[in-house]
């Protein structure tokens, strides 16, 4: 059984930092993709960032260059790691593991588990 378990989330002000973590469980870690995913209230659930099990890493454009996406394979830990935080950060952030498409991953549809997900909250 796939347990995805988020975790770092809270408030922060405009411009402050934040570091996701996902701890991974019942999944060969080093051997798939995994992602961040974010979702505003009344918005559809977006993907942040990609680190494929060969290490290739992709963000959102929108983000390149704030947030960093890497894993630590031995642990069986993702992390996302936010930088110059806005508001329009703002959301729920989930961890997504096993990649079901090899042309696309940034929609929810591309990934087949999923954690519980940690807030973010970014004030002005």
């Known amino acids: 059984q796939v347990r995805l378990v988020e975790s770092g989330g809270g408030s922060v002000q405009a411009g402050g930092s934040l570091k996701l973590s996902c701890a991974a469980s019942g999944v060969l870690f080093s051997w798939h993709s995994m992602a961040w995913f974010r979702q505003a209230p009344g918005k559809e659930r977006e993907g942040v960032a990609l680190?494929?099990?060969?290490?290739?890493?992709d963000y959102a454009d929108s983000l390149k260059g704030r947030f960093t996406i890497s894993r630590d394979n031995p642990k069986n830990t993702l992390y996302l790691q936010m930088n110059s935080l806005k508001p329009e950060d703002n959301g729920m952030y989930y961890c997504?593991?096993?990649?079901?498409?090899?042309?696309?991953?940034?929609?929810?549809?591309?990934?087949?588990?999923w954690g519980q997900g940690t807030q973010v909250t970014v004030s002005s």
């Open positions: 997504a593991a096993v990649r079901l498409s090899s042309s696309s991953w940034s929609t929810s549809s591309d990934f087949r588990h």
């Open positions: 680190i494929d099990g060969d290490g290739r890493i």
